[in-house]
């Protein structure tokens, strides 16, 4: 296992290729500030090019997941130069999420308002403790929380996530459940093992096939129900071609488990 940190950014990596990211401000509740999101943005990119990484977790230090955000930051540069700056800073990073090669899981342990909730519905998958939270409250505030519509609107039901924009108010890991926003919810004393059933299940796959599967399902996912079948088409026919699909049809064939030489 290698580990490496930073005061606001904890990386470990383990010898399965599971990379495990910890935001490390919890005096901030995990505020997405300029250096977090560069020190987020470097360890993404190193991911994206190191094919030997399997599956990223996005964690937290302290009672909150993330807070978004600061308000206190953002109301002491009273500059569009700065604002949009910052926001396309947050953007950049969250396609990086969406655009990685290896599903992002979260681990939501507590809050998560604004940009952190964002967060939460930008990964792949997320697994939250019954005692999280979710809200995108920016409109508590008079700023209403476009970013985090983008991957909120693409997890929650259309009004669902309306109400969530426009009220502010916050819903319960249950309901969060309920409505899409995370896969699954279980005790706080057991949010690692059940996270950890994710990476183990993912880690039985081909790395190539996943890839191909999570870059299929975004990109069709905008697409017309015609285009998105041709695309989804082809992505099959690709797939299949690759030797760890074809290893897969004949273990098929020949009732026995799958040999992948490097999955």
Not at 18 to 40: K, Q, W
Not at 121 to 137: G, I, K, P, R
Not at 193 to 212: C, D
Request: include cysteine; glycine fraction near 6%; charged fraction near 20%.
């Amino acid at each position: 296992m290698t580990t490496s940190s930073d005061s606001l950014l904890q990386v470990i990596r383990d010898a399965r290729g599971v990379v495990t990211l910890t935001l490390n401000d919890p005096t901030r509740f995990n505020a997405l500030g300029t250096e977090v999101l560069s020190a987020l943005q470097q360890a993404l990119d190193e991911v994206a090019r190191d094919e030997s990484v399997r599956v990223v977790v996005l964690a937290a230090a302290g009672k909150a997941f993330c807070a978004g955000h600061n308000l206190k930051d953002m109301a002491a540069h009273p500059e569009l130069a700065y604002y949009q700056k910052l926001f396309a800073h947050c953007s950049r990073m969250m396609l990086a999420i969406h655009k990685l090669p290896v599903p992002v899981i979260a681990r939501v342990q507590g809050m998560a308002t604004a940009a952190g909730c964002q967060l939460v519905a930008q990964c792949d998958l997320a697994v939250a403790a019954d005692t999280a939270s979710f809200a995108t409250s920016g409109i508590h505030y008079g700023l209403f929380c476009a970013t985090p519509s983008v991957p909120l609107v693409r997890n929650v039901p259309a009004k669902r996530a309306m109400e969530m924009l426009l009220t502010g108010d916050f819903i319960d890991a249950p309901t969060a459940l309920a409505q899409g926003l995370v896969n699954r919810v279980v005790p706080g004393d057991a949010l690692d093992a059940e996270v950890e059933k994710l990476v183990a299940s993912i880690l039985q796959k081909p790395r190539v096939a996943v890839a191909m599967g999570k870059a299929l399902v975004y990109q069709q996912r905008e697409l017309g129900m015609d285009a998105a079948y041709q695309l989804a088409g082809q992505a099959m026919a690709t797939n299949m071609m690759d030797e760890a699909a074809q290893e897969g049809a004949r273990a098929f064939a020949e009732k026995r488990a799958p040999a992948w030489k490097n999955k």
